[in-house]
């Protein structure tokens, strides 16, 4: 991950496009606390799962293994070791995307000029 400057960024390279749609960032948070896979049935009450699956599982970040439990057919899903790592990476830039963010926030002093203002009459 890069280290550069952090003022007056308002692009981070670290937000994965793939990982930044909400409903693959729900479906990697749900397999990277479950290291041992989830079964698809479970998955399927986030998004529409067959898609977003499809993206990671291309990208190498998840993996889909089919089998069966009990003469039932099963389909479970994991985060794979490169999965967890662009995932760690892209927490890692979120934090610095709200770090940022709060830091101008608090050092803003323009904002408070701003809230004094009072509305025009145009």
């Known amino acids: 991950m890069k280290t ?3 003022e007056g960024r308002f692009a981070y390279e670290g937000l ?3 990982i930044h749609e909400r409903a693959r960032l729900s479906l990697l948070t749900s397999l990277i606390t479950n ?3 989830v ?3 479970d998955l399927k009450q986030l998004c529409s799962l067959s898609r977003h699956l499809r993206v990671l ?3 190498g970040m998840v993996k889909i293994v089919k089998g069966h439990d009990k003469n039932r057919p099963q389909t479970l899903c994991q985060i794979t070791p490169e999965g967890r790592k662009r995932y760690l990476e892209y927490l890692a830039t979120l934090e610095q995307v709200v770090k940022d963010a709060a830091k101008g926030a ?3 002093p323009e904002a408070s000029r701003l809230r004094a203002l009072k509305p025009s009459k145009a």
Request: hydrophobic content about 20%.
């Open 4 to 6: 550069e400057s952090t």
């Open 16 to 18: 994965d496009r793939v």
């Open 35 to 37: 290291p041992k896979g």
């Open 39 to 41: 079964i698809f049935n």
């Open 57 to 59: 599982e291309t990208e």
């Open 106 to 108: 608090v050092d803003e």
